[in-house]
C-alpha cells in the first residue's frame, strides 16, 4: 500500500485524515516492526505489511509491487560493509514493464 492509496481509501470512507497524518502513521508502525517501506525512487515508496526477508517485483506501468520469495534471487557476493558499519538487510527491486 502507498500512503497516497491508504489516504484515498480513508477520504472515500468518509475519515477526515491528512496525508502528514497517514505518512506519521506508517512510518511509526514501520519503526515498531509492524511494516516495511519500499522505496522504488525518491517521490514514492511503499509500506508493506509482509515483514519477513524478501524481494519485490514493481510493474512500472500499474506502481504495483509484488514479492518474490528470498530463495528466488541469489547474490553471488557482497561487498563488505564501510568500516564501522555492517549490512543490515538487501532489497533488491527488479522493475518490470508490460511486453
Request: aromatic share 8%.
Amino acid at each position: 500500500m502507498s500512503a497516497e492509496s491508504l489516504h484515498r481509501d480513508a477520504s472515500k470512507a468518509g475519515t477526515s485524515v491528512s496525508l502528514a497524518t497517514v505518512y506519521n502513521t506508517l512510518h511509526q508502525f514501520t519503526e515498531a516492526g509492524l511494516l516495511r517501506e519500499i522505496v522504488v525512487d525518491s517521490g514514492r515508496s511503499y509500506f508493506d505489511t509482509n515483514t519477513t526477508e524478501h524481494h519485490h517485483f514493481f510493474f512500472e506501468n500499474k506502481g504495483v509491487l509484488e514479492d518474490i520469495p528470498s530463495e528466488d534471487v541469489v547474490l553471488a557476493e557482497l561487498p563488505e560493509a564501510p568500516a564501522g558499519s555492517k549490512i543490515a538487510r538487501v532489497d533488491v527491486i527488479v522493475r518490470v514493464t508490460d511486453a
